[in-house]
């Protein structure tokens, strides 16, 4: 048997690359420049070039965040990005960092990291950790890492100051008494004032004290803001005194110890740090756009930012947040599919239902999640996200996507990045009978065949392969494309196709091994992804959906557990007995095949004519686990 020829394993010349004038030998260079094309289009049979489109400009260059910074253009700027530390980042925080910290980098300026600690019964060291690592992994890296804590005891005088200024009183209210000063449960009533509002200033100064030398227990005493509650014209509740401190049973801080049982709010907080700090562009979503008046309004108080003006002091603005369709955020829900939850629901008789859900997940950082950890384990570069956000653009409008137009984008990016390799998800062996040992090669196939990602791997081929069980039916048909009985299908690379002539099965009907012999010279309708068997590496494969049957999974009865009823079955399909070519151990010991511009070690190939996966952390030397990151075309339906 005759060596295959170049055209068929190897990527296709350069158009320019033409052969000598004569005549016989330019029809012999078109010749094997139309065999090379053929052999391109094997490898990737239903990918055409497209041509590339202009870089977009930059987010931070025009739109909404040039005009911010027109507002207020400073030399120096600096942000800050302001997480709390009571749960795992979602994709929404991933549009926040890259605005602050990139506003900051695309000025010349700095962005600090600042902890907003300032509730201790919801804060754990673990998500302080991964907040620094998330930002990290996205590509930054902080001018400083700060804390509220660090300006507990300044907080503390200003709120004493605020009270001496007759800006601040301590209330006993109930909450339910302080819902009804603000109008009621939907605050249309007429609003009053407390009986606590015109207390003398130094008693005012005396409760604030018995509150930090713990007289009071939570809920029986705060220090509230003395804004605009009573103004008939202020319809902000913003404005409606909110508190400044409250007390916390729970008061071990993993920063100051025991040394506080009063903790400040973050509406008093958040703008105080900002200002300390000299922060010049105070960037946040538009849930705080009705907080930019109280932001304004302490700072005026404090002689910290003059009254009307963003000359001195940090000036606010709004941007619109990133949602995802499909998926949940909230902190407390994620929580449920984590760790499960018990859940009661009433019924009509009178008598409670009581439901154990377990856990939906295997963690935060679950695949089929949006935390950001989550992504990242899924295999999605940092890059990737960034350029998604880019490509959104910043305005102060909502920006409601979909899952498949995160993953499009996604895709566009790992296409242009990660090398291909051939991956059987549900393998049936398939033995060649009349190949010979001639035909058993090493077939040297580029990682690219548009030359976009530089390497080529050797790809073992003998007599007995791997196909996977969806490119075989036991009966053809005229629209079925694929190996069928005596039906000739093509292999990747080789140069032969091939034709089943028989197949066997085990007791429970399942096709076990297929017989084939080489087709030469037909012209096969498709080509499909084999693995030698004899040179496999086992695999396990995890491929990804949707975990809600709902579009809309918030929308779900979250109270009594309706929602366990809406997760899919089929969100995780795991194959146990996948198989990959050999050249997947070359990518693991070969980073540079990775220039996704990400700062992780993951591992990302498209397998032909299945998806985009990564290797898992999970994964030991002796087994391999793989989790999908994309599907290789846009799929609404999941």
């Not at 190897?10 to 158009?15: L, M, R």
């Not at 605009?228 to 920063?255: C, F």
């Not at 000299?278 to 930012?305: A, G, N, P």
């Amino acid at each position: 048997m005759a060596e295959p020829t170049a055209a068929a394993i190897s990527p296709a010349a350069p158009e320019e690359e033409k052969g000598p004038s004569k005549r016989a030998l330019e029809k012999a260079a078109k010749k094997a420049a139309a065999k090379a094309k053929k052999a391109e289009h094997a490898i990737r049979p239903k990918e055409s070039a497209k041509p590339s489109k202009s870089e977009p400009s930059s987010i931070f260059s025009e739109g909404w965040l040039k005009r911010v910074y027109d507002q207020k253009p400073v030399k120096d700027v600096r942000s800050r990005f302001p997480p709390e530390p009571n749960g795992y980042l979602h994709i929404g925080h991933c549009k926040a960092i890259a605005v602050n910290f990139g506003f900051a980098r695309h000025h010349k300026g700095v962005c600090f990291l600042r902890y907003d600690d300032t509730n201790p019964e919801k804060e754990e060291e673990i998500y302080f950790t991964s907040i620094l690592d998330i930002i990290k992994w996205l590509g930054f890296e902080p001018y400083k890492i700060t804390y509220s804590s660090d300006n507990f005891d300044k907080l503390y005088e200003l709120a004493e100051e605020l009270i001496r200024k007759d800006g601040a009183y301590v209330c006993h209210c109930s909450r339910e008494e302080v819902n009804n000063q603000r109008g009621g449960p939907d605050n249309r009533g007429a609003r009053y004032a407390c009986e606590h509002r015109t207390r003398p200033i130094e008693e005012s100064l005396a409760e604030f004290r018995a509150m930090r030398d713990g007289k009071y227990r939570a809920g029986e005493a705060y220090l509230r803001m003395k804004q605009s509650l009573t103004d008939p014209n202020e319809g902000n509740p913003q404005m409606w005194d909110l508190p400044a401190y409250r007390v916390i049973e729970k008061n071990h801080h993993h920063r100051t110890g025991d040394k506080w049982r009063i903790y400040p709010t973050y509406d008093f907080t958040h703008c105080i740090c900002d200002a300390l700090e000299d922060i010049t562009h105070s960037m946040c979503t538009t849930e705080f756009q009705q907080s930019r008046v109280s932001y304004d309004w302490l700072l005026e108080q404090l002689d910290m930012k003059l009254p009307k003006s963003d000359e001195k002091g940090p000036m606010q603005r709004e941007y619109g947040r990133l949602n995802v369709g499909g998926t949940i955020l909230s902190k407390r829900r994620i929580l449920m599919l984590v760790m499960g939850t018990t859940v009661e629901k009433k019924n009509a008789d009178g008598t409670v239902e009581t439901r154990t859900i377990p856990p939906s997940v295997r963690g935060w950082d679950d695949p089929r999640l949006y935390t950001l950890v989550a992504l990242r384990r899924r295999g999605i570069p940092a890059k990737a996200l960034l350029n998604f956000v880019e490509e959104l653009g910043v305005t102060d409008a909502l920006t409601e996507i979909q899952p498949y137009r995160l993953e499009s984008s996604i895709r566009k990016h790992l296409e242009r990045t990660v090398p291909r390799q051939m991956l059987v998800l549900d393998p049936i062996k398939v033995v060649i009978e009349d190949a010979t040992s001639e035909d058993e090669q090493e077939i040297v196939v580029p990682y690219d065949p548009k030359g976009t990602i530089p390497g080529e791997r050797k790809v073992k081929f003998g007599k007995e392969v791997h196909i996977d069980r969806t490119d075989f039916r036991e009966e053809d048909s005229p629209d079925y494309f694929r190996l069928a009985p005596n039906k000739a299908v093509g292999l990747y690379n080789v140069p032969f196709p091939i034709r089943a002539t028989s197949f066997t099965k085990d007791e429970n009907g399942n096709v076990t091994e297929i017989k084939a012999v080489k087709a030469t010279g037909e012209k096969p309708k498709t080509y499909i992804q084999w693995v030698d068997v004899a040179t496999a590496i086992p695999v396990t494969a995890r491929q990804y959906n949707s975990l809600f049957k709902s579009a809309s999974p918030n929308a779900l009865d979250w109270k009594t557990g309706g929602w366990a009823d809406d997760l899919r079955p089929d969100s995780e399909v795991v194959f146990e007995n996948a198989v990959i070519e050999r050249g997947l151990k070359d990518l693991i010991k070969e980073h540079t095949l990775n220039p996704s511009g990400s700062s992780d070690d993951l591992v990302r190939f498209q397998a032909l004519r299945t998806a985009y996966f990564c290797i898992d952390v999970d994964s030991t030397e002796d087994k391999l686990v793989l989790n999908q990151v994309v599907s290789l075309r846009e799929d609404k339906a999941k």
